[in-house]
């Protein structure tokens, strides 16, 4: 058990679990960059609901949202981290590990701040439908981040986190990678996006992605419809454009974005204390260490996992 607010502890032991061999691509770093944004962007502006506060995956409400298919990966891999330090709260380690991958795999590094905490029970959690589907275009992107306060260079940004990691059909519906390297970060991403010819590909389960064969990696890339959205707009482009020549000021940015989006519903004072209510009230809530046994198919624990442990997690949680 390290020492209560030890958060250098906390980095280092999310740096050591990011080599996972017999995952994607060999490494948790993607899919815990997925999990701190999904976990953020439900925030809704007009309405201060959503956000960063609350833990909410730990829900079925929002951790069965399928938008977040395959999150419960991220959370797994995680646990290991929370029986270490559970002084925590997921609310903070999730962000935490975002960041903390994000640097690891060679990309910026970003500001963050602690003090969120964990919701009691699922009463204050946003409804779903308010992550990105990929199937969208240039209005939906705009109507899902402009909801959450971000400009059209921020969403630019934001999506160049689309250098890591990949999609998978059983999740998304989508499948491949966007790079040929998606355990590290870089601007590939919009280099790719301007300089290859890009085909639609519907796949067997009905699903339109876009597609490039690299034929010196003999490896087939993909973009989103949303991504090549980012292409046709033209208030869009300029900043594809931008990043694609210029990696620092993308590098910049995206840490700047990336910063923003994990402090979204978190009011803060001059001296970053947390003012959001169920702070005041409850404290520094860390929910407790979710059971280590499966959850039964029709089954939520309160404290536990949002959605019920599959098969497929039984090998992740072997290494734990």
Request: hydrophobic share 35%; charged share 30%.
């Amino acid at each position: 058990m390290s020492k209560s607010g030890d958060y250098a502890a906390v980095r280092k032991d999310i740096a050591a679990l990011l080599k996972q061999p017999e995952y994607d691509d060999g490494s948790a770093g993607p899919v815990l960059v997925r999990l701190a944004w999904h976990s953020s962007g439900t925030y809704d502006h007009d309405t201060d609901t959503g956000g960063s506060n609350g833990a909410g995956m730990r829900y079925e409400t929002e951790g069965g949202d399928p938008a977040n298919a395959g999150l419960q990966h991220a959370r797994v891999f995680l646990e290991s981290v929370k029986a270490k330090h559970s002084w925590i709260t997921y609310a903070d380690l999730w962000t935490l590990a975002g960041v903390v991958a994000v640097k690891e795999m060679d990309g910026p590094e970003i500001k963050w701040k602690a003090g969120r905490t964990d919701y009691v029970d699922d009463s204050k959690l946003p409804p779903r439908g308010r992550l990105p589907d990929g199937a969208q275009g240039a209005d939906h992107i705009r109507f899902i981040f402009y909801r959450m306060g971000f400009s059209d260079q921020e969403i630019v940004a934001l999506s160049g986190a689309h250098n890591l990691g990949r999609c998978h059909s059983d999740r998304s519906g989508f499948h491949g990678a966007w790079v040929n390297n998606p355990t590290r970060f870089s601007n590939t991403y919009f280099r790719l996006m301007l300089s290859r010819s890009w085909k639609e590909k519907v796949l067997d389960n009905g699903v339109r992605q876009f597609v490039h064969y690299d034929e010196d990696a003999e490896e087939e890339l993909m973009m989103l419809p949303t991504d090549l959205a980012l292409l046709s707009d033209p208030s869009f482009r300029p900043w594809v454009e931008l990043y694609a020549n210029d990696k620092e000021r993308f590098f910049a940015d995206f840490a700047r974005v990336f910063a923003k989006l994990v402090e979204l519903g978190i009011e803060r004072d001059a001296t970053g204390k947390v003012l959001n209510a169920d702070n005041m009230l409850g404290g520094y809530h860390s929910a407790p260490k979710k059971s280590g046994k499966p959850g039964l198919p029709q089954e939520v624990d309160r404290y536990g996992e949002a959605e019920p442990l599959r098969e497929e997690n039984k090998q992740f949680r072997a290494r734990l």
